[in-house]
């Protein structure tokens, strides 16, 4: 049989991404290892950054888009509403207390860990416990969709959202789970083991050659995302996020294709999970809540949904705002103006304001997907199709 | 014989008898769980059960009372109101605002019972003005679009109530004195505060009006016209815009009246407050079966009886596990039953 190939309408093969890529990553890398710590900066420009971009700023926004992009496959690409990512964070952040600390100190088990032999807890590598995690949350996202994805699609947004709520609880009752310690509840699960780099283990405070490793796991997502779109899968999934029945119709197995598109979005999870156990340098179970999941979507929503650049940028904003850019303009706001308004407050505000108006004026994102933008006005484009389309919905 | 009858009890087609009969012995298994797990409990500690069930039954009322809000707009035009939660914040907020400012009235006194009665009418007309003007600048313009969109934007608007409830009321919980006729009355061993009496006497009857409402005027023929088909309804002279806007300001209204009750009898207000409540009534509704009135009425009361049993019976899982239980509950009926208990099996069309 011919091996089936994407059909000529399907974009080429586009790899020109990873030199500019690169080229940021590397710029970035270098301004945060070895610019910052130079002292022939000017102070001035030094300041600037640890106000408005601090290392850990930047690091956390990584790991942020690793999520939504996680996010996107699932809601941008096959059209699923998501309403309870943060459970596959918070999965995958304690794989990472799990297999890379000494929570379970009754254990000895090492190994490839980078923390001597003899120390008490599970200690796996942290490149195969991002597998691991990944894999972990894959199956839950297996686990979670299997019985719903029958369901109409705000149906299944309850269900995810049931989940999410229900998950970050166990963990955070996690200290007496039917008798065992799974994840010292509200205490957390401090000290993650360092990144072995071969040459160096990379500790919390290693930002800069940290920034490298979150832009590298952020360059596989964006990979596998790219490739999957382009290939039978990703087609399935588009398809399926654009009509349903059609999709059916056509062959579109619609469980597989959706468990998988549930499956990719919770690896990603994972990953950033495990990423963010290592940049917190630990697992707290009152982070992961609601507003994670929302704040998530709204990059997605912002950015573009299903288009990868779009929703990188998306979420690098809203983790900048959310994070450090808020605060920054506040103290700025403040000093020149002699005020005292609490900036960080107003977060829910702009949260809300910026999905409102998004889906009220700019349904497609900062940086639209054509074929989505398409879709998502169809309404616009005849009314007497919109009209019938409502009808039997 | 038994095959004659189930052959009755089942129509349709061999697939659709089979998720039957899934259903049925998944219906039968949980209740006969429920019942063990209450009979023992019932045992163990009959006067505790008692209690914990009323005060489970009152926290049901609220429930229902913001149940309907979504079940009335997602029967209307299939949206699922994320922001009706926070609306039910808000009017709490707004509730002990007025109360306990605006009219001052702090103590169970003729004022304080006068607060009380205006506030009822105030907050009800406030939570529907707030909802129908949430309707008019955003879920209208999105009424043709994809299902998405309106979704997010009720998310977005949760969001934005949240904020407003937060500049209002502030960042921590806030106490409130009551001025409704506290006190408690005894029924042998049981006890059984006033608060409770007075928010039965109060919200039943709403819940009858709502009823009589929707089922016996012509507005209520128009909302249930408009439910069904939009387009037909408009062919029959109903000015849809104006059923869907009166259909959101009596869920609005429901809201109002459900945040003044449970701000008299819990006495506390925080801003976060209506999200898990808003979530633990959005589960009431489909267990009763959204779009259905006495479906979210029953699903409301039976949520808060089993979440007021699970937080205080000797043998439950605790208040701790309060929101798992009550979204376990979710999923399971979602999955397995998503008409709920009292809404009607449909098949999709296509």
Sequence with gaps: MAKTTAPSNVAKSNRKWITGYSIIGVLLFITYQFLLPWEGLPLGIYDAIYQWMPPSAINESLVYIIMALGLNIVVGYAGLLDLGYVAFWAIGGYCAGWFMSEFFYFLNINFLGSVPAEAPGIHINFWMVLFIGGFICALFGILIGAPTLRLKSDYLALVTLGFGEIIPQVFFNGENFFGYNISNGTKGIVMVDPIPVGVKNLGPFDFGWKLLIFLFLTAIMVFISLRLRRGRLGRAWLAIREDELAASMMGVPLMRTKLSAYAVGAFAGGLGGVAFATHVNGVYAERFNFTISIFLLAMVVLGGMGNVWGVILGAFILSWVNGNGLTAFGQLYNDRFGTDVDFASFTFLLFGLVLIFMMLFKREGLLPESRLKLMLHEDELDDADATSKSGDK | ?350
């Design chain 2, 1 to 350: 014989m038994a095959k004659v009858s189930e052959s009755k009890k089942f129509t349709g087609t061999p697939g659709q008898i089979r998720r039957q009969r899934i259903e049925q012995s998944g219906a039968i298994v949980i209740t006969l769980l429920m019942s063990v797990w209450m009979l023992v409990n019932l045992v163990k500690a009959p006067e505790q059960f008692v209690q914990v069930a009323i005060s489970g039954l009152r926290n049901g009322l609220i429930y229902a009372l913001i149940a309907l809000g979504y079940t009335l707009v997602y029967g209307i035009i299939e949206l699922i109101n994320f922001a009706h939660g926070d609306l039910f914040m808000l009017s709490a907020v707004f509730s002990s605002f007025f109360i306990t400012y605006w009219i001052g009235a702090d103590q169970s006194n003729p004022k304080g019972w006068l607060a009380f009665a205006s506030c009822l009418v105030v907050v009800m007309i406030f939570g529907a003005v707030v909802n129908v003007l949430i309707e008019r600048l955003a879920y209208r313009r999105l009424r043709n679009a994809p299902r998405l969109a309106p979704l997010i934007t009720a998310v977005g608007m949760s969001f934005l109530l949240n904020f407003i409830g937060l500049k209002w009321n502030g960042s921590t919980p806030r106490q409130w004195p009551t001025v409704i006729p506290s006190g408690d009355i005894y029924i042998g061993e049981i006890r059984i505060s006033l608060i409770t009496l007075w928010l039965f006497l109060i919200g039943l009857p709403l819940l009858l009006a709502l009823n009589y409402l929707v089922t016996n005027t012509k507005q209520g023929k128009a909302m249930r016209a408009t439910s069904q088909d939009k387009d037909a309804s408009t062919l029959m002279g109903i000015n849809v815009n104006k059923t869907i806007a009166f259909t959101f300001a009596l869920g609005g209204a429901m809201a109002g009246a459900a945040g003044l009750l449970y701000q008299q009898s819990i006495g506390t207000t925080s801003y976060n407050l209506g999200f898990q409540l808003g979530l633990i009534a959005f589960t009431s509704a489909v267990l009763g079966g959204i779009g259905n009135l006495w479906g979210a009425v029953v699903g409301g009361l039976l949520i808060g009886l089993i979440q007021g049993l699970n937080d205080g019976l000797p043998y439950a899982f605790g208040q701790q596990w309060s929101q798992s239980v009550v979204f376990t509950i979710l999923i399971i009926i979602l999955v397995f039953r998503p008409a709920g208990l009292l809404g009607k099996v449909t098949t999709e069309k296509v």
